[in-house]
């Protein structure tokens, strides 16, 4: 064999085996990086802010949960209470270690879930109301209350503006929402008197403006029937918002 072919043979030889020292090492990062990018996409789902219904309080609240670098924290727009963390696991946000009493999170049908925890306490009592069988046998004392049963039909009559103040009470439970929204999105201030209005910035947090039923206009700052008065107070760590029924006097406050 001539040294010029032993010289092109020993060159492909020196390729092919680099080559091959390479392609685990290459396929070793490729791998890394999709179990990576797989993980930092868990739970992204959840980042934001949500609209949701509070279990312990049976309000509804706006909460924004953000990523950190142990996992995710949920915001409530109660002033002084601090973050709550969380992590991800089996497509749901679980408390983490400390904080066991706190709400599972999970999404259904694109909304925010909150699921109070699990406990195991509550199921004794089905065996109390069992036990206290034998004392409800003297309550067969307490049939006159059937006598009773004509008070909500007397009570609807008494008020025939039941429907309307129905209508009001919903409109001031949406300002409510948008005014803690606002304070979740503003460092836990909520806003002044001026901006509750329905025109500029305030009024994008309120999905559709409540509409004054006595009127037929929409909600307007005012003391007049189906109208509503907004206060900050304690410099914007708090608010107090009433509403007016169909007769001129409060009908809702809220908080």
């Not at 300002?175 to 929204?181: D, I, M």
């Not at 004054?212 to 005012?222: F, R, Y």
Request: hydrophobic fraction near 35%.
């Amino acid at each position: 064999m001539s040294t010029w072919l032993r010289t092109v043979l020993d060159r492909l030889t020196s390729s092919r085996t680099t080559l091959l020292a390479i392609l685990p090492v290459v396929a070793a990062i490729a791998v890394l990086a999709l179990v990576m990018a797989f993980h930092g996409a868990g739970g992204r789902q959840f980042v934001g802010s949500w609209q949701v219904h509070d279990p312990v309080s049976g309000g509804t609240m706006t909460v924004r949960i953000s990523r950190t670098a142990d996992g995710f924290e949920l915001q409530v727009p109660t002033p002084g209470v601090a973050p709550i963390p969380y992590h991800f696991k089996d497509g749901k946000l679980w408390p983490a270690p400390g904080y066991e009493s706190a709400s599972v999170l999970s999404l259904v049908g694109g909304k925010l879930v909150m699921t109070p925890p699990d406990t195991p306490a509550a199921t004794p009592k089905p065996k109390a109301t069992q036990a206290a069988g034998p004392i409800v046998t003297a309550q067969p004392t307490s049939t006159p209350q059937p006598t009773s049963t004509p008070q909500p039909t007397s009570t609807g009559q008494q008020d025939p503006n039941a429907q309307q103040n129905d209508e009001i009470t919903a409109g001031i439970r949406a300002l409510q929402v948008a005014v803690q929204s606002w304070a979740v999105d503003h460092q836990s201030v909520y806003p002044t008197a001026d901006l509750v209005a329905s025109t500029g910035a305030f009024a994008a947090y309120v999905q559709t403006w409540p509409t004054n039923p006595v009127t037929g206009q929409p909600m307007k700052a005012g003391t007049g029937a189906g109208d509503y008065t907004y206060e900050q107070v304690n410099g914007g760590q708090g608010f107090r918002l009433t509403g007016y029924g169909v007769d001129g006097t409060p009908l809702v406050t809220a908080p």
